[in-house]
Every structure is written in structure tokens, then in C-alpha cells.
């Protein structure tokens, strides 16, 4: 089977979860990701996604990773003063990746968050 002809091919659950507060929120976002490190040490990552939604539970983001699911990502919000921005605990819920990337093998992908209170 042509792995193209798939990677559409996302599964449709019924969810009992209320979207309608979704708006949209297309700004680049910044994160960080721990990930534990060779000697028992943390490793800190920072990078760089762009908002495409958010709601008072969560947000979807735009990655070129795939963090694992359940993986915590401090999100800095974007708010609408310009100079703040809300450092945020969100859990990954979901990631799917997206069927298209250039020449150099860059990847992206859709990224649930859920915002952890």
C-alpha cells in the first residue's frame, strides 16, 4: 500500500469534549521540553512552533517534532499585550503528522495540548 495514500488517513472519534470556545491564534509560540539526559541529567530543549488554535483546555501548535505523548512543554502564550508572554504547563495529548515536507526531509506536525492546572 502507498504510505502516502495513508498518512491522511487520521481516525475519527466521537467526542464528547466541548470545542465550540476554540478561536483561532495564529502566532509563533515558544516552548521548552525536558527530556532526561546521559548521567542522570536534564536536558532542556527550547524551540519554536506557530499557534493555530486555542481554548480555556488546551491549544493545537505546529511543530517540526513530535514530542511523546503525555510529554510536558512549558507553551509561553502569547497574550494580547505584546511584551508579556504566560509561561504555561500543557501535556501532549495527540500528534499527527503531517503528509508533506520539502526537499531536505523537514518534517511538521499537528500537536494537541492540553494546559495542566
Known amino acids: 500500500m502507498d504510505v502516502m495514500s495513508t498518512e491522511w488517513e487520521w481516525p475519527i472519534r466521537d467526542s464528547y469534549e466541548n470545542h465550540s470556545e476554540r478561536v ?65 504547563l500543557a501535556e501532549v495529548r495527540w500528534t499527527r503528522k503531517l503528509p508533506i515536507g520539502d526537499s531536505s526531509g523537514h518534517v511538521a506536525y499537528f500537536v494537541g495540548l492540553k494546559f495542566m492546572f
Open 24 to 88: 483561532a491564534l495564529l502566532r509563533p509560540i515558544l516552548y521548552e521540553m525536558t527530556a532526561p539526559e546521559v548521567g542522570n541529567g536534564i536536558l532542556v530543549k527550547e524551540g519554536k512552533g506557530l499557534s493555530l488554535n486555542i481554548s480555556s483546555g488546551g491549544m493545537l501548535i505546529l511543530m517540526d517534532q513530535a514530542p511523546v505523548i503525555e510529554q510536558v512543554l512549558k507553551v509561553y502564550v502569547p497574550t494580547p499585550v505584546t511584551i508579556a508572554e504566560t509561561p504555561t
